[in-house]
């Protein structure tokens, strides 16, 4: 059973937004959101530590934001302003407290389009 699901993905049009979650089974530290294209390229989208410092993908920066819930062991990637180009699966990935493993989620279709 992977213990990271993400949810939020759908369909929405240009200049729309969407806030996608990766829910966690147990306590995580940090979390990163990566999104593959059709080739099968994953190309890194943000990331937040435990303590909460963000880093976002320069064609994102700007539109997109990430946070965490920490009582909740939920992180959050915020997209506004979707453009065509942002359309793909995102897929989250983390590392679990405890026992430092990491893994990714199953990943969530997010499609702009007019």
């Known amino acids: 059973q992977v213990p990271l699901v993400e949810s939020g993905g759908g369909l929405v049009q240009p200049g729309g937004s969407l806030r996608l979650s990766c829910a966690a089974s147990?306590?995580?530290?940090?979390v990163t959101w990566h999104r593959q294209t059709p080739d099968n390229a994953r190309e890194f989208v943000a990331t937040?530590?435990?303590?909460?410092?963000?880093n976002c993908a320069d064609s994102v920066q700007g539109r997109f934001t990430i946070h965490r819930d920490n009582a909740k062991n939920t992180a959050y990637l915020q997209m506004n302003s979707l453009k065509a180009e942002d359309t793909d699966v995102y897929y989250c990935?983390?590392?679990?407290?405890?026992?430092?493993?990491?893994?990714w989620g199953q990943g969530t279709q997010v499609t702009v389009t007019s």
């Open positions: 990935g983390a590392d679990f407290a405890g026992s430092g493993d990491f893994w």
């Open positions: 147990r306590p995580i530290y940090r």
């Open positions: 937040i530590a435990n303590d909460g410092i963000t």
